[in-house]
């Protein structure tokens, strides 16, 4: 389903991903943990290539790209196969709920604006948002926002979902309502990528963990090995520290 090879990143002489090969199978859920700067975000954003990679391979099904050879035309496709959640919500401010998610699929899908109307509400209805269609970001909560965010990605029906830390700006009262909603898309069979500081959140969705640190993967495994039996000095240390902080 997703299969990077020898995945490397420079900005300039800055050597931010080093050699990075892992693959996701059709249906699994794998969260990447590890400490600020560990390239986790990045790594992310190279697979659709709002970051393109220096050199390496990504394949998403029947799409493999050479990041030293990428065209336009293999670029379009492979993004068209992915849908990210940022951490920042990237809602347009002045397009309502329920325009916000339809934009994806008049403009990159190229769907009539009627069955991209219906399209929208049905992922709406799912995300618990029916009662603020016609509501502009700044009338919502950040939890809502980042359920907007979340609609507007599952509306483009991709081959993978990308979630970059999507708690991670969100008070801490209204997280609860955002895990929830990604443990809902989570157990609808969803490919997903999921960078997360949410170490219980990471355990229960996953279908396997990613260790990072410094560009590269330290440790993978199920939540039971990664958690309960890390192999990794490196990964017992983060572990130890993250738990305390949560």
Known sequence: MIKLENIHKYYDSQHVLKGIDFSVNKGEVVSILGPSGSGKSTL???????EQPTRGIIEISDKRVDAESASKADITALRNSTAMVFQQYNLFKNFTVLQ?????LTSVKKIHKVEAKKISMEILERVGL???????????????QQRVGIARALALKPEVLLFDEPTSSLDPELVDEVLTTIKRVANE??????????????REISDRVIFMEDGMIIE??????????????RTKQFLRKAIRTN
Do not use: W
């Not at 069979?189 to 990471?202: C, D, K, S, W, Y």
């Open 100 to 104: 916000n998610v339809m934009i994806g």
């Open 189 to 202: 069979g969803n490919t997903m990528l999921v960078v997360t500081h949410e170490l219980n959140f990471a």
């Open 130 to 144: 029916t009662n603020r269609l016609n509501h502009y970001p700044s009338q919502l909560s950040g939890g809502q």
């Open 220 to 233: 993978e495994g199920t939540p039971e090995q990664l958690f309960n039996r890390p192999k990794a000095e």
């Open 44 to 50: 992310l954003r190279c697979i659709n290539f709002l």
